[in-house]
C-alpha cells in the first residue's frame, strides 16, 4: 500500500493541467506546483523525480514519464476491469501502476463522483476517451 502523501504527489502530477493546482509544461515536460517538500526529495533521491526549480513553488521533471504514464494507466484499467494488483508485475513501473491502481479505487469510494474529473488514464466523460497527458 502507498502512503497518502506519496499518493497525492503523483496523482497531483497526473491531474496536472492548466486550471490545476499543479501545471504541466507540454515543452519541457515540467510539473510546477506547491508539493511537500519532504516527499519529493525522497523521490529525487530515489531517482523518480529530478528538481528543477525549488523556489517558492517547486518544478520537477518525471525521470522515466512515459513508463511512468502507461503504467498508472494501466493500474486504472486494471481496477476498473476488477482485476487486482499482481498485473504490476508485469508493467514497466510497477510503483507507477500500484499508484494508478489505489487512485482508482480511492475515486471509486467517493459517494458523489466527480464527472468533469480530468486525470491521465481516466475516462472523459465529456469525450468518453480515456484522458493522455
Avoid: W
Avoid at 491531474?15 to 511537500?36: C, I, K, M, P, R
Avoid at 531517482?47 to 513508463?67: F, P, Q
Avoid at 459517494?111 to 481516466?122: E, L, Q
Amino acid at each position: 500500500m502507498i502512503s497518502k502523501k506519496v499518493r497525492e504527489l503523483f496523482v497531483s502530477l497526473m491531474e496536472a493541467a492548466n486550471d490545476a493546482a499543479v501545471l504541466y509544461d507540454n515543452e519541457t515536460e515540467q510539473y510546477s506546483g506547491y508539493f511537500n517538500s519532504a516527499v519529493v526529495d525522497k523521490y529525487i533521491e530515489l531517482g523518480a523525480l529530478e528538481l528543477v526549480e525549488g523556489e517558492s513553488t517547486i518544478t520537477v521533471l518525471l525521470n522515466n514519464r512515459d513508463d511512468f504514464l502507461s503504467s498508472f494507466a494501466a493500474g486504472i484499467r486494471e481496477a476498473k476491469l476488477g482485476n487486482d494488483q499482481s498485473y504490476a508485475d508485469y508493467n514497466a513501473n510497477p510503483f507507477a501502476f500500484s499508484v494508478g491502481f489505489e487512485h482508482f479505487h480511492k475515486m471509486a469510494k467517493k459517494k458523489r463522483p466527480d464527472h468533469d474529473y480530468i486525470c491521465h488514464g481516466f475516462e472523459n466523460t465529456e469525450t468518453g476517451l480515456i484522458h493522455q497527458q
